[in-house]
């Protein structure tokens, strides 16, 4: 055979300089993000991509160069994922986070967070109807570690101290509301992972923590300090437990989806909805953060019932008003 | 040549995820392999370990002389707390999909249908490890916390249950554990372009003496396919084949030419030349072949 020119070689020399121009962008997109490209790069870098990509098809059709091949492969995929994976600036995702992910995806779960919260409220219900019948039933209910010295056993007196107890120095305070927070958001996280296991022990969760507020409402009511304490609850409670009822809606969408597929695979329904639910169980940790700085800081520091009670109106307002102000699609007029 | 002797035996091959670009273009990702990412989790549980013990030790010894503290102690709890839950989700979500250990062992995360990896996506995925790590480690650890008096077939039956769920990337051709399947991520080797110089079709601006010494005939390149072509261009391109196993060249050389009929026989200190040669010369045609829409798969094709 006379001297051998090779299509697929002629193909490589003419190209392989856009290659190579492809891979240095690449990879500064990758290191320091897209902002680190002049604006020309930013018109080269699709350019460039779709050549690699039209490269790519060539190949496959025409040369045998493993090498080549495997290159173009390679050269692709790592373009693609630098061109269609790009992620906005952090402001803009916050934004977007609370103006319009978070409160739709609040929307759609209306039907999970009603059941989730049914089941708390039946919890709480069996909790306080079983313990005010008989008193004892609350040991039941509520560990010794947890009720931590709170019982049918104690005084009055000493029952209604633990709702103003007073700090005297209030720098116990921080450590307090960080241990609150983080120990709430791991239980929320929990719940919701705990959705995959077809959503049984979300319900479980959710009777037990029922249980466990029902019980502790029938000790203060037993004793006539039941408006004291729920005004001593209701200031953080209402946003933690809104978040613990977000969790659950959260693991109850997976397990609905794994249970009931609908039109899609369980695989695609499953990555579809898992998103969604990831959406409120972000929203919840936030939540969560705000209740442990309730908890720790306001609860301890404000004695008011008035002040109480109205920081658990405006709370509650909030909840309601929030996810139907923002993030709504706007009317279509066609 | 057998397969064994040359291809880098013990690896079986890569499974792979296909994703069609918008252009229409498919690509073929690489599936990570299970132990390359139980490679990864150790290095980040290890790291997520060492920087927990360090934040205590360094509060500790900030602390001893001091008498209020305790701000500084709400801001360590706060600090184990991120660092536990937020590690994975913090590295995934940013540039590369990839934690420190992924970077390591070169996997990183990616959609499962190749669009853009969202936040909500990475933190489903970590958050998912619960169940899949935490629930399984404290049923070895610490089974009676969650059932002292449950009836035995129970037990078992919530053990069953917590190998499924934590084996659940053996379980699936796509290795894709509960969190990956919730959050609808994959992880995929990192791709890594490399381009060599071409083996044997580097054109030859002057022949020189000694490749005109090598001309095959058709019948001779018709003998062999685009599989062995391949194979022959990893021989060639292995580097250690030029120093430890000139052997394995001289042997495959050797096969060759009694397989096409080369006249004569090929000295030891030819063998690359003569590879190198009848590799461009193959390509050459095979090529020129697939342009006509005749693509010969291997040797056992028929034409």
Known sequence: MPAIRLKSYEFRREREKAWRRLEVLVQRVEKSGLRSLRESELYELPQLYRQALSSLSVARSISLDKNVLTYLEALSQRAYLAV?????????????????????????????????????????????????????????????????????????????????????????????ASHLFTHNARVGMLCFALGFLLGIPVFLLLLINGLLLGAFTALYAGRGLGSEFLAWVAP???????????CSAAGLAIAQSLIFPGRLTRMQNLARRGREAGVLVLGAVLMFLAAGLIEGFFRQLVHSQAVRWSLAAASLAFWIWYPFACGRPRERTS | MSRAAVLDAGHPPPRLHEVTTPEGVTLHFSIARAGDRLGAFMIDAVLIIVATLLLVVLA???????????????????????????????????????????????????????????????????????????????????????????????????????VIIAGMPLFNRKRMRVGDIVAGTIVVVAPVPQLDRDVGGEAPKQPRAQDSAYTFSREQLDVYGAYELQVLEDLLRDKRAQHSSRDALAAVADKIARKIGWPGRIRHWDARPFLTAFYAALRARLEQRMLFGKRKEDKFSDD
């Open chain 1, 84 to 176: 269609y994976g790009v992620r906005r600036h952090l402001r803009e995702v916050l934004l977007e986070f609370f103006t319009d992910a978070f409160p739709t995806a609040l929307r759609r779960h209306g039907r999970h967070l009603l059941v989730a919260g049914l089941v708390l409220l039946l919890g709480t219900m069996a909790g306080y109807l079983l313990t005010m019948a008989d008193t004892d039933r609350f040991y039941a209910f509520v560990s010794g570690d947890y009720a931590s010295g709170r019982n049918p056993m104690s005084s009055t007196e000493s029952l209604r101290d633990a709702l103003y107890s007073d700090h005297d120095e209030t720098s116990g305070l921080a450590a307090f």
């Open chain 2, 60 to 162: 500790w010894s900030a602390t001893s002389g001091l008498g209020d503290n305790s701000w500084l102690w709400a801001f360590v709890v706060l600090g184990i707390f991120l660092l536990q839950s937020f590690y994975f989700i913090w590295f995934e979500s940013r540039g590369r999909g990839m934690t420190p250990g992924k970077k390591r062992l070169g996997i990183r995360i990616m959609d499962v249908e190749g669009g853009t990896l969202s936040a909500a996506a990475v933190v489903v995925r970590n958050v998912m490890r619960i169940v899949e790590i935490h629930v399984p480690l404290m049923v070895l650890l610490a089974p009676q916390q969650f059932w002292s008096d449950a009836p035995q077939w129970a037990q078992l039956i919530a053990c069953a249950w917590v």
């Open chain 1, 236 to 246: 953080h409670g209402v946003t933690e437990i809104l978040a613990i009822l977000l």
